[in-house]
């Protein structure tokens, strides 16, 4: 038999967790976004990404709401419906081509202040 063709596939991902506050209140709602690039060259479709605030105290965010936008290159996929808790566990990027960015905005609660 002849041998199989292998194809190699590189993707170069960035991952960018931002809020906009410097500080904020107990009682108060910050929205975090994280922002996933893929630099390439291939595609990175079926990307896993997760966010566990739970291991930051004073901050729950698992009411969101939690939004997600696509910019750059054109076939660029957000999940489905994917919810606070989708996050948390990880989920899948359906397509992310090289030069295409998901953003994961997230609205938490802040419950605790700073010592």
């Keep these: 038999p002849a041998p199989a063709d292998v194809t190699s596939r590189c993707a ?5 967790k ?7 209140e107990s009682g108060a709602t910050t ?3 994280i922002t996933v690039s893929n630099d390439g060259p291939s595609a990175a479709d079926g990307a896993v990404v997760s966010d566990d ?3 930051i105290p004073g ?3 698992s009411a969101g709401p939690l939004t997600c936008t696509t910019s750059g ?3 660029t996929q957000c999940p489905a ?5 989708q996050l948390q566990a ?3 990027i359906p397509a992310l081509p090289m030069g295409g960015v998901v953003a994961f905005a997230l609205r938490c609660d802040v419950t605790a202040t700073a010592n």
């Design 59 to 61: 901050l729950d965010c």
């Design 31 to 33: 929205i975090y976004t």
């Design 18 to 24: 931002t809020n906009p506050a410097t500080e904020v």
């Design 53 to 55: 605030w739970t291991t």
């Design 81 to 85: 419906g994917v919810t606070p808790a």
């Design 12 to 16: 170069d991902l960035r991952i960018e």
């Design 90 to 92: 990880g989920v899948a």
């Design 73 to 75: 290159t054109a076939g």
